[in-house]
Nanobody, 120 residues
């Protein structure tokens, strides 16, 4: 079972933009809080954004506030991460997850992921 499939990563120059997608299946997406994690080489897994299932505010890591915007489309069972003004420090594998507030540590940066590389 592959409930979450990330896509949209790639190589981009500093200052550029990418839009990541996470296609979900196999669960009630509209009733599930979603989130994005990332893990850079040699770094710990980091929570990037948490997207409520309802009308609550989206929470972002301080390192990406003002640059990244996450959203969800419950009709398409998809969450997005629009990344602007990318920096080399944003280089990481990006993962989406369900229930980011309570997901076990070994499932935070887990699965296929999508590679984002920011370099000149």
């Amino acid at each position: 079972q592959v409930p979450l499939v990330e896509s949209g990563g790639g190589l981009v120059q500093p200052g550029g933009s990418l839009r990541l997608s996470c296609a979900a299946s196999g669960f009630t997406f509209s009733g599930t809080v979603m989130g994005w994690y990332r893990q850079a080489p040699g770094k710990e897994c980091e929570l990037v954004a948490s997207i409520p299932n309802g009308g609550g505010s989206i929470n972002y890591a301080d390192s990406v506030k003002g640059r990244f915007t996450s959203s969800r489309d419950n009709l398409k069972n998809t969450v997005y991460l629009q990344m602007n003004s990318l920096k080399p420090e944003d280089t990481a594998i990006y993962y989406c997850t369900t229930t980011p507030g309570v997901v076990p540590a070994n499932r935070r940066c887990w699965g296929q992921g999508t590679q984002v590389t920011v370099s000149a």
